[in-house]
């Protein structure tokens, strides 16, 4: 195992560095986190990935960023 990566007891990545990595139940990714900047990607009703969102954390008090892909 490489420093700075972190396994779960099911064996899935849930750290890299700087990165940090969640899981839905049936082992894809939910959403991937590095810095300010997060990917979510949805599931549908057949639990097959649907949609991704990016977010960027707050540049400004006022602002939030999301762009879909």
Not at 24 to 33: A, E, P
Request: proline share 3%.
């Amino acid at each position: 195992m490489n420093s700075g990566y972190t396994y779960n007891t099911f064996g899935r990545t849930i750290a890299l560095p700087g990165t940090a990595i969640g899981y839905y139940t049936n082992d894809l990714v939910q959403q991937q986190t590095a810095g300010d900047k997060r990917q979510a990607w949805t599931l549908d009703s057949a639990l097959r990935r649907r949609g991704l969102s990016c977010l960027r954390e707050r540049v400004h008090p006022n602002i939030d960023l999301w762009w879909e892909l």
